[in-house]
């Protein structure tokens, strides 16, 4: 997931932007469990989209409904982050620096260039800084409790194999608009009917001409409602499998829905579509000795032992595999001494990655933080070459990962959020 300074202006954090806010004392607007919404952190997120709506020639609802869905997407972000609370999960400054240095480098620039552009648009590097912790933090959190929700047979991953050889790999995509209609939790029939009609009123509504992007933000209960529902590019076959059903064949501007599901109504706009070209696939094959900080052994501490472990390795007096074998934390490589075996690099995590696309065939790089721990790696071959059968099955199983973490993660989303005491406060209870 490439973090942009788009997305984090979109979801900013806000906290910090709050304390520093002396000329007017905060309130307590939603009791989430253990945690709050403040009345000033539902403001900026208002503020927040209203700048980019305005940036982006969006027009928007009334306050009213930006406010009631502002506060629906900072009580899923209280769960999450008492979640993660609860779980210990942390991310270091080193880690939160390295992450930053790489999205720099993504948009073509320097950390220092990155500070100018978030000043000149009016964002506190700080604040930016944190937004980008919290949103690493999200990710792990989700990744911890979806991931085991996730499966996959054998006969999916060939039936979609099937599909692609007989698609020829000129799949289109598909970049999508959603609204969702929601239920509440066990839906009686009534509410069922109630929810289809509303479906079918904003579908009339779409018909008739009516801006896409405002109707969702006014009116869908699903993720991606701030932003006005887009959904971003999709592959055929890592949408959701009810949104491929229905958009196979389908033009772009055309309305589709309403589409019943388990969490309610969906009406969908194709917004574009385009096509895929077949390409050569780079493969690397690499090893890698993978130390985890903890307790006992420290961030810099983990740093050095990879250092030590490399001065030893270029001087002949250790061999890479051996130490692999004896000190990585890496259960599903360390007995192969650090063998990764032949892999598309775009698997890894980005700063194991854009590392590894740097060295030469047989260099050991220099230690590398990512979100798993330290790295030393080695670069043991580089190969180009069309798909074969178990990049094939790879690919497959990546699109259908996609598809079902999307799903589940929605699911999850949903079963927190209806499971969880929340309270909002009048504005007079804080006074």
Excluded: C
């Amino acid at each position: 997931m490439k973090l942009t300074v788009v997305t984090f202006a979109l979801l900013a954090f806000i906290s910090l932007n709050t304390f520093a806010k002396q000329t007017r004392l905060d309130n307590v607007a939603v009791i989430v469990d253990q945690g709050v919404v403040l009345e000033s952190q539902i403001d900026e997120l208002v503020s927040t989209v209203k700048r980019n709506a305005l940036t982006n020639d969006q027009t928007l609802p009334s306050d009213r409904v930006l406010r009631t869905q502002a506060i629906e997407r900072l009580i899923v972000d209280s769960l999450q982050s008492q979640m993660a609370e609860r779980m210990g999960i942390q991310i270091s400054d080193p880690q939160l620096d390295q992450t930053i240095d790489n999205i720099a480098r993504e948009d073509g620039m320097s950390v220092d260039q990155m500070r100018q552009k978030l000043a000149s648009e009016g964002v506190s590097y700080e604040v930016y800084r944190e937004q980008v912790r919290k949103e690493l933090i999200t990710g792990e959190v989700r990744r911890a409790n979806v991931r085991r929700r996730v499966y996959i047979t054998p006969q999916e991953i060939s039936n979609l194999v099937k599909l692609i050889d007989e698609q020829g790999g000129q799949q289109a995509e598909y970049h999508l608009g959603h609204i969702l209609i929601g239920f509440p939790p066990d839906p009686t029939d009534e509410d069922v009917s109630q929810s289809k009609e509303t479906a079918t009123k904003v579908l009339e509504l779409l018909n008739n001409g009516s801006e896409f992007g405002k109707i969702a933000t006014a009116s869908s209960s699903g993720s991606k409602a701030l932003e006005g529902g887009d959904l971003g590019w999709m592959n055929i076959n890592s949408m959701p499998t009810l949104f491929a059903e229905a958009v196979q064949g389908k033009s772009k501007d055309e309305l589709i829905g309403p589409i019943r599901s388990g969490a309610g109504f969906h009406v969908l706009k194709i917004l574009d579509v385009r096509g895929i070209e077949k390409v050569e696939v780079t493969e690397l094959n690499a090893r890698h000795i993978l130390i985890k900080p903890s307790v006992i052994l420290s961030d810099e501490k983990a740093e050095k032992m990879l250092i030590e472990f490399r001065k030893e390795i270029l001087a002949g007096e250790a061999d890479f595999a051996e130490l692999a074998k004896e000190h990585s934390a890496d259960p599903g490589s360390a007995l192969r001494g650090g063998d990764l075996g032949w892999s598309d690099p775009n698997k890894y995590v980005p700063e194991f990655r854009d590392t590894l696309q740097t060295l030469q065939v047989d260099e050991i790089s220099q230690p590398v933080r990512s979100v798993h721990g330290w790295h030393l790696m080695q670069l043991t071959g580089k190969r180009v070459k069309d798909a074969t059968e178990n990049l094939k099955e790879d690919k497959a199983y990546q699109l259908l990962f996609q598809r079902k973490f999307a799903e589940e993660t929605e699911a999850w989303l949903k079963e927190m959020r209806d499971s969880a005491y929340v309270e909002l406060l009048d504005k007079k209870d804080n006074s």
